[in-house]
Every structure is written in structure tokens, then in C-alpha cells.
């Protein structure tokens, strides 16, 4: 893998790591994340379930109470310590793991993730929803949301680079580079149709997306 890139990865993770104490600011301070949040419960969300790139648990918690059982898997220690406070259920398991070397040890009926995808590299996509794939129960489903081309309005994108990113800064103005792809929709339905999936992805709340895809179908085997 790129070296530049898998520097840029590796100072996300730090800034998700120092970022984790203002992390849930932005769902008392907007309310269309709010409501967007809200929204899960008309998710198709069923049976065990496993969420990457969980975070501080708001998704976690919100997953939990449709779940027969929930896995949530994040990088970051200090994220996860908030969402273990936050979901204190003995149907909920926490694993600290590199979402990019991580591999799931067991298959799930549902998929979750939320404001993860945009912060795959496009060089990663392809392994990344393989390692999905390979997670998903016959008959299983992908749930995700995320930011949509107009929230980069609220960014300061980072220009003429390879892996597309944007500058964040924490409240003291330390910066740190994160990586950030906005598409659309459209763009992202041909994306997983390019891989196989079959999806349905859509605009919602103006700034987000929100899709449920499935898998390609296995193939029988050659006799």
C-alpha cells in the first residue's frame, strides 16, 4: 500500500482518538443529524448485527434496541470507552480493530456503518467491501449513512491529492488530515454495481445518504 496514504490513516485514527471527547457535539448542535438519527428505527435492522467504525455509540445504542445481538468495532480506545458507558447491555460486544486489517470471525445478518464509508480510501474499496461480504449471513444485508456531496461545503477539503481528504482541527487548532470521498447517490450505486452489489442508495435530509445493499451472488461451484 501507499506510504503517504497509510500515513494519512494512521493520522485519522489519532485524530478520532483525540477528537473523542467533542465527538458527539455536532448530534446536540444539528438537528438533521438528529432526526437522521431518529430515522434508524425505519432501518431494515435485523437479528445479529455488526457495526463498524462505532465510535461513541450513538449509532450503538440506537442498533442495540432492534438487535437481536450487536458487535461494534472501532480503532480507537478513547471512542469506545464512551460507547461502552453509553450501551451497557450484556447483547453488546465492543472489539478495539483496524477496520483495514481487521477480519470478522463469524457472519452477521446485518452490516451497519455510519460516517465510515466516505473515510475509505478509493484504493481500499474493493478489500473493503470484500472484508463485508465475507461478514454477511445468507440473505444478509448492508446498512449504511453518510455525509453527501453538499456537507463538503462544511469542510476545508484538502486540493490535488491522490487520496481525497479534508483538514479538521480539534478546539485547540491542532489540525489533522482525514480522509473524506463525497459521493452521491448516484456515483456510489455504480461504484458497487462496478463490484457486484446490488444497492439502493438515496438523498435524505439534504446532506445525507443513506443505502442498503446486498452482496453478488454466489456462484455455484464448477462441477
Avoid at 450513538?58 to 480507537?76: E, H, I, N, P
Avoid at 474499496?125 to 470484500?130: A, I, N, S, T
Avoid at 479538521?168 to 456515483?187: C, E, H, I, Q
Amino acid at each position: 500500500m501507499d506510504s503517504d496514504e497509510d500515513a494519512l490513516l494512521a493520522e485519522q485514527i489519532a485524530y478520532y482518538r483525540a477528537h473523542a471527547g467533542a465527538y458527539d457535539r455536532p448530534y446536540s448542535e444539528r438537528e438533521d443529524l438528529r432526526e437522521l438519527l431518529a430515522a434508524a428505527d425505519g432501518l431494515p435492522i435485523v437479528g445479529d448485527v455488526l457495526e463498524l467504525a462505532c465510535g461513541t455509540g450513538q449509532w450503538t445504542k440506537a442498533l442495540a434496541a432492534r438487535a437481536r445481538s450487536v458487535t461494534a468495532v472501532d480503532a480507537s480506545d478513547e471512542p469506545l470507552a464512551i460507547a461502552r458507558a453509553r450501551v451497557a447491555s450484556p447483547h453488546v460486544r465492543f472489539v478495539q480493530a483496524d477496520l483495514f486489517a481487521w477480519r470478522p470471525p463469524r457472519r452477521y445478518d446485518t452490516v451497519f456503518f455510519a460516517f465510515w464509508l466516505s473515510h475509505v480510501p478509493p484504493s481500499r474499496l474493493r478489500d473493503f467491501w470484500g472484508t463485508v461480504a465475507s461478514a454477511l449471513a445468507p440473505n444478509g444485508r448492508v446498512i449504511f449513512v453518510d455525509d453527501g456531496p453538499a456537507e463538503a461545503a462544511r469542510e476545508e477539503v484538502l486540493d490535488q491529492r491522490s487520496t481525497p481528504a479534508v483538514l479538521r482541527r480539534l478546539d485547540d487548532g491542532s489540525p489533522y488530515r482525514v480522509v473524506k470521498v463525497f459521493r452521491d447517490a448516484g456515483t456510489l450505486t455504480d461504484e458497487l454495481a462496478a463490484l457486484g452489489w446490488s444497492a439502493d442508495v438515496r438523498h435524505v435530509g439534504g446532506d445525507f445518504i443513506v443505502g442498503t445493499a446486498e452482496p453478488p451472488a454466489m456462484r455455484p461451484a464448477p462441477r
